[in-house]
DNA sequence: ATCCTTTGCGGTATCGTTACCGATAGGTAT
DNA sequence: ATACCTATCGGTAACGATACCGCAAAGGAT
């Protein structure tokens, strides 16, 4: 873009005639005639090493040097050796971007996430950094922010980076899946995991809800719980009907009735979880353990008991789900749910890496579950030895 | 590089003469003769649309296309829109690789970082990213886990990436810097960020440990605490004698008498804490405040505290550093200096933008403090309205 | 000694895009 | 009418690396 020397604008040039076979240019805005110098690509960025400069400096061609290397070809290892020595004495690193634009293939897996802020999905990312860089690919993060219109951007950015593959969890408010049906038409891997979308044949990363809510109300049945609560999420929510299904799930295998009023849904939020337990302790008949699906929920819930006086675990018994930092350092310890999520993202990783290296004909797209795990700690610990 | 189509290893293979003008190999370790098929790269990737495709769609040239798109220059209107169609009904996704190749400028900056999971440096990273992509920036995000080899080798893949700018937190290992010493002789711009290099002259964004450290005790103090003790870290920690120092002047501030028995050096560990908050109790003249210089020791802390029926605030006020989620959900909730990690991220990455647009005379490397923030909750509110 | 291999390396096209230079048709001033 | 502009487009050479082809010299077999 030729921009005015005078007024460093662009929209105003026109073009002006030809001096010695060099455009001349009118700026509108300044009212000046100039002609552009050459923007010296020369002296601009010439400080990065190239395997021309290996190959001058050697006196041998450039296409030896790309052949010592890349490791293994018809080369002579004293060539090899010496191209090699020269290449770290310079400092050479090779320019990803020429390689990933002959080969076609860039060694980088996209990863889009809701947020990063979210300690569940740092450990996914970390999960699959892990993975993906033994494995010799580069990992490219973006943020949804839960916006549907920036996971259509991050895709298009991915895509226009020539990533290998995409690894997407889908942002809340994400309801069309056209962006993502596109790209894998093109031929695109891509691997769902946590929110994935089922009307696309991908390989899917998904964690096991129900079994891990059949774990902590098991548990709870286990420390002699007979009246087991449920502070739930919104009705809608899939993990929320999930963990709820494994709810009952427990309850059914130990034949414990299922009393309604037990079962409080709400939003995960902290008012939600102070009505909830009101509610509760109104009861004729209270509850003598409770499981929420969400561990914000759970320890909320807990300060509350102790306001009022009444003992955890000794009266009442908490499980909550969600492993969180700060969930073992309370008092007392919060039990629940750990869900692995550096589990998640290596298993992701490793369905992109299957995807990639596996044969054609297994090419069936696999659905791992990560199963949830107990971790028992105080607050639901009464039968301490 | 050949691989034998029967055996499909690489290593054994030997040129075996010519036929018809194409190689002929041999297999050693199969017994194979074969001649291999072209790698037809045109069928292989040929997913993504060009715009010489859209240039032969429309009968123009790759020039006309590659100008419409760019926004400005030598072309008609009427030209430019019917291109801009084209091109969004192909799906068009421009080549960031052979983009970034000629303009030797990726729109991608590289950003380092001990480790994702900790929340400090997610809001880092998250604070990078938002103020990355409102410039038009991708951020490639490197782990380190705290290892100087891994530190190395990210810096190389970033270069390699062709990153336009570096912004790292160093991890706690590194000690020579030569790498980054070498980037930043080639003219990358280097942004240091919490941990920097004062061996070279780069924009830095630090944390105000001390301001925060000050603010944390003079809140104690006008909460009426007179023995202030405080937990801190390795006396050689750099964080750790900054925060120490804020300590003092608060304490020299108001003329408050400096009780070296109340300083309590340790790794941060819980066992620190448990031993520390002993030690404190077992004084004649015990604290009535106590300054943590790590959240995790305040809440620890608090947890003995409530064992022993000492009253959180009412005997001993306490106030941590570094605003965690759960901070805010404990009971007592925790008041602690926040140390803006999110900010920190959106300066580094506005320093980094300032060095990229600046003008020759404005590139004095800046250091911009991040102040922290003090927020109040029950642990030592005394004055409660 | 002749012919065929084998080894080791150089040359060129190519990936997708942009910068630069030219070229042409039509417009404008003299 | 002539000379000179202007607007708009095409062609070509890069960017850095690799794949493919070819070729000369040395080695080996008959």
Known sequence: MVVCPKCDKSDFIQLA?????????????????????????????????????????????ASTVSRALSGKSDISEVTRQEILKTAREMDYQPNLLAQGLILSETHTIGVIIPNIERPFFASVVSGIQQVASEAGYRVMICQSNESHQTEVANVQALVASRVDGLLICHSIRTETFDHIKLQHRKG????????????????????????????????LLNQGCKNIACLAGPENLIISQERESGYLKALQKYDISVRSELMIRGDFSTAHASEGIERLLSLPQKPDGIFCMHYKNAIEIMVKLKERGIKVPEDICIVGFGDESLTAMIEPSLTTIHQNPYLVGQKAASLFLEKMTGSEESQISKTVIVAGELIVRDSSSRNKV
Chains 1, 2 share one sequence.
């Not at 455009?23 to 002609?35: E, T, V």
């Not at 991908?202 to 129900?210: A, R």
């Open 17 to 61: 005639g030809f001096v010695r076979g060099r455009q001349r240019f009118y700026c509108k805005s300044c009212a000046y005639h100039f002609i552009t110098e050459h923007s010296d690509r020369k002296s601009r960025k010439k400080n990065q090493v190239t395997i021309i400069d290996i190959a001058e400096r050697l006196g041998v061609s």
């Open 188 to 219: 695109i891997p891509i691997i769902h995991f946590d929110r994935v979308c089922n009307e696309i044949d991908t390989p899917k990363v998904l964690l096991d809800n129900e079994g891990g809510a059949f774990l902590a109300v098991e548990h």
